[in-house]
């Protein structure tokens, strides 16, 4: 790469803000030095990712080794092969490390879901053999605005409306963080044209997630019109709402600390005091009470708890039961509510 | 109106969705009377809602006296004369009181604004004359999906994605319900259909609020295509989002309660126990504060408190001051935060 290029990189917008999210994120220390894998698929969003995150560990004192961590799903013929040659072309072309899983899906029952966990999987796996901390992701604002805009349309809570997380946890000691969340689709693109960089376009997108590609093409563009900055404001709303969780969890966690308690196995918790709990707080008690044995937190939601927390609340004394998933079963007496597992 | 109409009007969902939200919001309470003002524009939301609450003051021991009230925006030339007259028509072929109120807007800056203003207003206005203790409007579950869109694209939290609120209070003694909140655009349509009841198109809508009507034409279709109770699910996140802003406003009462306190006029709060507060905690105290010392609401979001929060939450030391609107200050000391007003 010739040095006005390099230069052009470097100080591009969305390297600035790649780089403002690596610091924020604590990717970046002072004096530290600190391995990434970057996955990589080949599209757009990835490959700028790449090429700011190399931009950036060229940068004195970042001390930040890179490998390129490409996913094979073979789920879409000699174009996916192509994607991976493509991939590993530019990370010889970077002087960068280049690793690469092959996903077997045809077993699975839900391909985008298992393809989802296999991917992040082996970027776990990547990440753990060659002795990195982070797994590096190309999510972007857009693709927050999407995924706040379906889960809404799912019926979220704040839980939902979080969508993507700035960082989170992988596996053991790798930590994933997604450092173009606060960059748009266009930026991105504009960036990759205006340094010269190709990318692969994925043909099969639509037919993979038809709704979300249905909000990508025709719902994202007028509310962009709207307000240009709609995608940005789906990334601050999913702070806040991580925020609001948080301040929910703690109201739960203080009533499960100070009136709940475990006898014989069986959860007890004060009807009076269950009663004084606003509706929300009482189902995430329920919710964390009922998860604590053994049920799925997709298996415990509104729909589930709803009508415990209104028998719970109403004003009758007769002894009324509920069977939760996975055997848990909820008693609710004429001054407790009772959890256990058979 | 025949018996056939009149049958088929009182057990259609769309009524029974209405007697259900009445009851629910203790509009409608066993052996009581109540008389309610039903706000009719002359739109297919609010005939649809006035022949519901009309087919429903007829059932035995509902004690519901209505009555009709128009608000003349004077924005729409002859045609809103028109609907004026038609509105009046309709409430004199049900045997209902109508009250009219005309607008005068020629002055205002924000007519959109000023009009919503205005027409609540009026509509308390009529209710306190009338001695009716409530007002009913015709929101219904895709005017919320679109408010919370709206208010998703303008940058909300929890508070803006409440959305509009199945019951508020308007003036003393008179409260706002919105019986058709649960119900969606198309079954109102259908509804009007079926009992062939005429209403008025409102052609200057797309003016008048043009995003919206943007969201309205080209969004919400896409939505409901993907997704058909879209609105529904917004409605629900409404409920949700008033149920975690009350949780937010627990913890910001608790943390005023305990732990600031008022010192010649002056709010001290310890800097150490506001540093414990999460950010949306201690955004909302120093909102609370705030306003307590004259800041409007919607002059202390968190484009202006997130710096202070940010400085309370540093290392520094040394002191720093931040003025708000209308002479309020926030001081952070080593040891203090201090809001007071010159």
Known sequence: MDFKKRAKISY????????????????????????????????????????????????????????????QHHLR????????????????????????????????????????RGRY??????????????VATAHHADDQLETVLMRLLR???????????KVRSLVEGVKIVRPLLGVGKEQIEKFLCETEQDWREDHTNADVERWRAKLRHEVL????????????????LGDRMRGLEGVLQDAVAEVIENDAREVDGVFHLPRDRARQCREIVLMGVLRSLA???????DRCGERELGPITKSVRDQQGGMRQFELYGGVRVVVTRDSVLISNN
């Open 221 to 236: 563009p007028v509310l962009k019109e709207i307000r240009g900055d709609a995608a940005i404001k789906a990334v601050q």
């Open 121 to 134: 999987e082996a970027l776990g796996e990547i990440a753990v053999q060659a002795d990195c901390v982070w």
């Open 291 to 297: 998860m604590l044995k053994g049920v799925d937190s």
């Open 12 to 71: 591009h917008p969305v390297v600035k803000a790649i780089a403002r999210s690596l610091k924020a994120a604590e990717v970046i220390k002072p004096r530290g030095e600190v391995a990434v894998v970057v996955g990589v698929s080949g599209g757009a969003d990835s490959v700028a990712l790449l090429l700011g995150m190399h931009a950036l560990s060229q940068r004195r004192g970042w001390g930040m080794r890179l490998v390129v961590g490409h996913v």
């Open 77 to 116: 013929g000699d174009e996916a092969e192509a994607d991976a040659l493509f991939v590993e072309d530019l990370a010889k072309h970077l002087g960068l490390a280049y690793e690469r899983r092959d996903l077997d899906l045809r077993e699975a029952k839900n391909i985008e879901e298992a393809a989802r």
């Open 155 to 165: 019926g979220a809570g704040a839980r939902g409306l979080r969508g993507v997380a």
